[in-house]
């Protein structure tokens, strides 16, 4: 079965700094991979994907992910982090007719 | 293009009672999947349907039924509601050309006292 997992809670970094925002994962077969994001009293926006090729994926936003097999990893980055990317992040993975989400990882940049 | 909507946006429902939400997807999206979302844990996979036929279903009681209409719009029904069904439930809407691909709508946040 496959599994999700974002091993923190929150992550606090200043703004203008990089951020990353871990995931790790367990699947059968090849990973189909995902980042969404959930600000207060909304629902999920799609912000990138892994279905196959280049490690280092380009999302929405100034993100990027950067997709490791032997590690089973899929971290969330950005060079410099606004205030404005403050929320709620999911990793997700593709599943039999299913997404599965890790439990999130809340974002706080302070100005 | 409008995005995937859901109705209502609020609901404060009694113990016991029915409740339905519904959903209607992107245009041209052809499989709709409703998710639970309590309180700070991710969304639990319920239902997808597609081509109004139900193709997967996560691990909730019979309380929960869902069906898809011809337009595609779907609606989620639970009855005999506990304290428990109290959460965000997201529908999410995939179109056939990328597949893996889902899109949220805004939710509906169901409060059961």
């Known amino acids: 079965a496959q599994s999700v997992a974002q091993p923190e809670d929150q992550v606090n970094v200043a703004e203008g700094n990089p951020l990353t925002v871990k995931c790790t994962y367990s699947?059968?077969?090849?990973?189909?991979l995902f980042w969404y994001v959930q600000y207060p009293n909304r629902g999920l926006q799609f912000l990138l994907k892994?279905?196959?090729?280049?490690?280092l994926v380009k999302g929405s936003y100034g993100f990027e992910a950067e997709f490791n097999k032997s590690q089973t990893s899929f971290h969330l980055k950005k060079p410099s982090a606004l205030v404005s990317d403050s929320a709620l992040y999911f990793c997700?993975?593709?599943?039999?007719?299913?997404?599965?989400f890790g439990t999130g990882t809340r974002l706080l940049v302070s100005p | 293009d409008a995005g995937v909507t859901q109705s209502p946006t609020h609901l404060i429902k009694t113990r016991g009672q029915q409740v339905t939400l519904r959903c209607s997807p992107i245009?041209?999206?052809?499989?709709v999947s409703w998710y639970q979302q309590v309180l700070g844990q991710g969304p639990q996979f319920i239902f997808q349907?597609?081509?109004?036929?139900?193709?997967g279903r996560g691990n909730f009681p019979d309380r929960f039924s869902a069906r898809q209409f011809p337009n595609y719009s779907s609606e989620l029904n639970v009855n005999a509601l506990l304290l428990g069904d109290s959460a965000l439930y997201l529908c999410?809407?995939?179109?056939?050309?990328?597949?893996?691909?889902?899109?949220f709508g805004p939710g509906t946040r169901l409060t059961v006292t």
């Open positions: 999410a809407s995939s179109g056939d050309r990328e597949r893996y691909e889902q899109y």
């Open positions: 699947v059968s077969g090849n990973p189909y």
């Open positions: 892994y279905i196959t090729g280049d490690n």
């Open positions: 997700a993975a593709s599943g039999f007719q299913k997404l599965v």
């Open positions: 245009s041209g999206h052809k499989s």
């Open positions: 349907y597609y081509e109004k036929e139900e193709r």
